[in-house]
């Protein structure tokens, strides 16, 4: 028997309550969690249409920010506005790397959004740590208490 529950989402642009399967359920009996302008956006991508790579930086910018911002901070890293730009940049490649397996390989289980800040906080730990690896990055001060 198949069972359902209603859980409100307030990512939804229609404001509705989506329905989403009951704990126990297989993951393939649950709807997408995909927001429709995001499923759009991945296809575009994969089929390489013009301006979809853009629309995806456009969309994702800010979040990539944020993750890289915070996976510093969380790291005791100091940053500049240009290390940022370049793990940003470290992002985006790893999205496009492989012929974007990364794209490829989301099985919509969470959202695009939560499935990318995964991603991108990974890229940026790995950049990081070869970054702090060279000697182009510092640890930020810690203070005392």
Do not use: K
């Amino acid at each position: 028997m198949l069972v359902w529950s209603l859980v409100a989402d307030p990512r939804r642009p229609d404001g509705g309550l989506p329905v989403t399967a009951a704990p126990g359920q297989p993951a393939s009996s649950r709807p997408s969690v995909l927001d429709p302008e995001d499923d759009r956006l991945v296809a575009a991508c994969l089929a390489a249409e013009p301006g979809a790579w853009e629309r995806f930086v456009e969309r994702f910018a800010g979040l990539f920010c944020r993750v890289v911002d915070r996976t510093a901070f969380r790291r005791r890293t100091g940053i500049s506005a240009a290390d940022r730009d370049d793990l940003v940049a470290e992002i985006l490649l790893a999205c496009l790397h492989n012929d974007a397996a990364v794209l490829r390989a989301f099985a919509r289980r969470s959202s695009l959004p939560t499935y990318l800040t995964v991603i991108a906080r990974r890229a940026v730990a790995r950049a990081l740590v070869r970054l702090a690896e060279t000697g182009r990055l510092a640890a930020r001060e810690t203070v005392a208490e």
